[in-house]
């Protein structure tokens, strides 16, 4: 059991660029490094020069629009089209159809290991390997919508220097999903917009644990240590999770802007987590 800080240190920034400088606490030089410092300096997040590929995509929900993801370090990503989700090969570009013809729209989509999974709008999850895209099985997780999905590794695995890998992420949708390896075998984690986040195994999709909210659930992220756990729903209040195995404690309930919150993730360290508000704001916390 990880015991929870004494105090967590929050900052606000606004999303608009402009107003960035101002939004920071004037007085904290934590922040000031945060956001003028060690991130920026340390990692290459926009290339002058774009490079465009010509890959189809299209969002089937006015809020989720994560359609596009790079699980790996591999020169690839995949992609939500209509009712598929295709793998584009960015060395060679070439697009290869992972899953076609799916009964419903996915909204949601995580990708790691073997598995590709997708969540649809009224709690479908269709899961299959990679290696095997017809042995596609689609159930109902859940009461409501899948926003969002996401497939999490063991702590061991992620890449040393970087941030954070895709593929390591708690996400929601069935509200979020995540698949974790660090067991016998995987680990699914699905938010949903009927307030909760359950862990299930895979391919089996058993229900492991169910921690239930007094809201939609929009995301939930993992630390990369594998030992907390962030989620975010349809209010500012964010809630934070010690984790062990598959057992989850609930440590505290901060607040993050004055708005609904869409998505969270932490530092590659483990030590600071951020929260991104439909109001434009990203909360972080040290």
């Known amino acids: 059991m990880v015991a929870p800080p004494a105090t967590w240190n929050r900052y606000t920034l606004s999303a608009?660029?402009?107003?960035?400088?101002?939004?920071?606490?004037?007085?904290?030089?934590?922040?000031?490094?945060l956001c003028r410092g060690s991130i920026v300096d340390s990692y290459e997040f926009v290339r002058p020069v774009p490079q465009r590929h010509q890959q189809r995509t299209s969002w089937n929900h006015w809020q989720l629009r994560d359609v596009v993801l790079c699980p790996s370090t591999k020169p690839e990503l995949y992609s939500i089209y209509r009712c598929n989700v295709d793998r584009y090969d960015?060395?060679?570009?070439?697009?290869?159809r992972v899953l076609g013809d799916l009964d419903f729209d996915p909204v949601s989509m995580a990708v790691g290991g073997d598995y590709i999974v997708v969540g649809g709008q009224r709690a479908e999850l269709a899961v299959a390997r990679l290696s095997d895209p017809r042995s596609t099985t689609i159930?109902?997780?859940?009461?409501?919508?899948?926003?969002?999905?996401?497939?999490?590794?063991a702590p061991s695995m992620l890449p040393r220097r970087r941030f954070r890998d895709s593929?390591?992420?708690?996400?929601?949708?069935?509200?979020?999903?995540?698949?974790?390896s660090g067991h016998d075998t995987p680990r699914l984690l699905v938010?949903?917009?009927?307030?909760?986040?359950?862990?299930?195994?895979?391919?089996?999709?058993?229900?492991?644990?169910?921690?239930?909210?007094p809201t939609a659930i929009n995301y939930a992220a993992v630390s990369p240590d594998g030992t907390k756990m962030c989620v975010v729903g349809d209010t500012n209040q964010v809630y934070l999770f010690s984790k062990r195995g598959d057992s989850?404690?609930?440590?505290?309930?901060?607040?993050?802007?004055?708005?609904?919150?869409?998505?969270?993730?932490?530092?590659?360290s483990s030590e600071l987590f951020a929260v991104g508000s439909q109001d434009g704001y990203v909360t972080v916390w040290d």
């Open 191 to 213: 938010c949903n917009n009927d307030h909760s986040v359950r862990l299930l195994t895979l391919p089996g999709l058993d229900i492991i644990t169910e921690l239930k909210f």
């Open 139 to 153: 159930v109902r997780s859940g009461g409501s919508i899948n926003n969002f999905v996401a497939l999490d590794r």
């Open 16 to 33: 608009r660029l402009a107003q960035t400088a101002n939004a920071l606490d004037a007085g904290s030089e934590n922040a000031s490094k």
């Open 248 to 268: 989850f404690e609930e440590i505290a309930v901060m607040t993050a802007s004055n708005d609904a919150s869409f998505s969270c993730d932490w530092s590659q």
């Open 167 to 180: 593929a390591a992420f708690t996400e929601d949708g069935v509200t979020s999903l995540n698949i974790t």
């Open 90 to 96: 960015i060395s060679k570009h070439q697009s290869t």
